[in-house]
């Protein structure tokens, strides 16, 4: 079993939708959650980062941290074309290496 | 503006050749990374450095060597030994060793001819 499960999708959603995308992990030591946008052949871009439990947002974006049941989650709300992209969870126990465990990300697209 | 570059954008490597690939921030992070980047497979981890002249193997270190003896500049070199090279490879830093948030360059695109 993999420490970080992400479903690869693909994800197809008209404009305008609420997107849910999600990862569980296993590792209950886990801190420090992130989740990054990744455009075709570009670099992964930081969108959202957590610590413990809670939910945090940013603009059209939401994380939200559930340790009791090891899983995550990130809403787009209003999505447009542009959110087109790989969207990558990423999460740390941190400690003196902060090696991060990616899951394996879900392609979203964004039908105009 | 502050950031990542990587360099090239795109590199091709004949049998047993070894090639370079760049990494330069200007964002006065302590610590640097490379990833590999396969379909499916996610990000994997090749080595990180948290100080200058300090590097640690990460979980696919073999057939890969690094430097870091620039705080601004973790080169990584591809070796002959690396048999399945093909990849899409990323750097990326951090403030400091032990920060949550790493951010990333733009990626090389390494294939073989």
């Known amino acids: 079993q993999k420490e970080v499960e992400q479903d690869p999708g693909p994800l197809s959603v008209p404009e305008g939708a609420i997107v849910s995308l999600n990862c569980t992990y296993s590792?209950?030591?886990?801190?420090?959650f992130m989740w990054y946008r990744q455009y075709s052949r570009k670099g992964p871009e930081l969108l959202m980062y957590t610590y413990s439990s809670g939910n945090k947002e940013d603009g059209r974006f939401t994380a939200q941290v559930d340790k009791s049941s090891k899983y995550i989650s990130l809403f787009i709300r209003d999505s447009q074309p542009s959110d087109s992209a790989t969207y990558l969870c990423a999460m740390s126990d941190i400690g003196a290496t902060n090696k991060l465990i990616f899951g394996t990300g879900t392609l979203l697209a964004v039908q105009p | 503006d502050g950031g990542i570059t990587q360099s090239p954008k795109y590199l091709f490597r004949k049998e047993g050749q070894n090639v370079t690939l760049s990494c330069e921030q200007n964002l006065n992070h302590d610590a640097m990374y490379w990833y590999r980047q396969d379909p499916g497979q996610g990000l994997r981890l090749i080595y990180y450095s948290q100080i200058v002249n300090d590097f640690q193997k990460g979980d696919i270190a073999e057939g890969y060597s690094v430097s870091r003896e620039k705080k601004e500049s973790f080169p990584l070199t591809v070796t002959s030994a690396q048999k399945n090279p093909t990849a899409f490879y990323l750097c990326?830093?951090?403030?400091?060793?032990?920060?949550?948030?790493?951010?990333f360059g733009p990626g090389t695109r390494l294939l073989v001819l």
């Open positions: 990326a830093s951090s403030l400091r060793p032990d920060a949550g948030t790493q951010y």
């Open positions: 590792n209950s030591a886990f801190q420090y």
